[in-house]
C-alpha cells in the first residue's frame, strides 16, 4: 500500500539538543498528523495539520504542513528524557468515503534521549 | 474521561483458529478504526465503523472482518489464523472519523503460533 517515507529511522541525543524529523510523499495529503508511541501503548496525537504552509506549535514541538502537500516535519526543542519514543508521521486524504478513518502512516522514528 | 479500552490485551492462538478482539471507544465517540502494527509493515488500515456500518476498508483479506454494536463498541474478527497475522491490533475512536484525529486504545498483542 501507500507509504511515507520518514526519516532518519532512529536518533540518538544528548537531553537538551534540540530534534528534526521529516515526512515525505509520492502523493498529496489534506491533513498531516504527528503522533508519538510509548512502550506497550498506542499512539498518542502530538499535532495535526489542516492547510498548507501551515506551521504549528504545541510547547516544544513544531510542525509544518508543506507547501506542496507531499511533506511534513516535525522540530522537538530542548529534549528531555521523556521524549523518548517512536514518533510517526500520518496523512489523511481527506476525499468522501475513501478517507474515513484512514491514516497512512510512516514507518517511525525512534528516539534516545541520553541524560 | 475514559480512554478507549481494547481487550484482551495478549492472547496467544494455533494456525486455523479464529480470534475476536474487543474495543470500547471513547464516550460519544461513534467512529471506531482498527489497524494492524508489525515491525515488517509498520500501522496498516483495516477498517472503520460509524453507527453501525463500515465505512471503509483496508487492502486486508477477507479473513479479516469487524462489527459495530449500538453503543458504539467495536469488535474485529480473524479467522483461519496465519502466523503472519502475529500483530499488535490497535483500536481508534474519534468523534466523527473525518479529521484524522484519532484516540488510540493500548492494543491487542495477538500472537499465531
Known amino acids: 500500500g501507500q507509504q511515507l517515507n520518514q526519516s532518519p529511522q532512529s536518533m540518538f541525543i544528548q537531553e537538551g539538543e534540540d530534534v528534526s524529523m521529516n515526512c515525505t510523499s509520492s502523493s498529496i495529503f489534506n491533513t498531516w498528523l504527528w503522533y508519538k508511541q510509548d512502550p506497550g501503548e498506542g499512539p498518542v496525537l502530538l499535532i495535526a495539520?489542516?492547510?498548507?504552509?501551515e506551521l504549528t506549535s504545541n510547547g516544544r514541538l513544531t510542525a509544518q504542513f508543506g507547501i506542496t502537500r507531499k511533506d511534513s516535519f516535525l522540530n522537538i526543542s530542548a529534549s528531555i528524557p521523556s521524549d523518548v519514543g517512536i514518533y510517526f508521521c500520518?496523512?489523511?486524504?481527506?476525499?468522501?468515503?475513501?478517507?474515513?478513518?484512514?491514516?497512512?502512516f510512516g514507518q517511525g522514528t525512534i528516539l534516545t534521549v541520553h541524560p | 474521561k475514559a480512554g478507549v479500552t481494547q481487550t484482551p490485551r495478549y492472547l496467544i492462538k494455533t494456525r486455523g483458529q479464529q480470534v475476536t478482539l474487543s474495543c470500547s471507544p471513547i464516550?460519544?465517540?461513534?467512529?471506531v478504526s482498527w489497524y494492524q502494527q508489525t515491525p515488517g509493515q509498520g500501522l496498516q488500515f483495516l477498517f472503520e465503523?460509524?453507527?453501525?456500518?463500515?465505512?471503509n476498508k483496508g487492502n486486508f483479506p477477507g479473513r479479516f472482518s469487524g462489527r459495530q454494536f449500538s453503543n458504539s463498541r467495536s469488535e474485529m474478527n480473524v479467522s483461519t489464523l496465519e502466523l503472519g497475522d502475529s500483530a499488535l491490533y490497535l483500536c481508534a475512536s474519534s468523534f466523527t472519523g473525518d479529521t484524522g484525529e484519532l484516540f488510540f486504545g493500548e492494543g491487542s498483542r495477538l500472537t499465531v503460533l
Open positions: 464516550s460519544g465517540h461513534r467512529s
Open positions: 465503523y460509524f453507527s453501525e456500518t463500515q465505512r
Open positions: 500520518a496523512g489523511q486524504l481527506r476525499a468522501g468515503g475513501t478517507s474515513y478513518g484512514k491514516l497512512t
Open positions: 495539520l489542516y492547510k498548507a504552509g
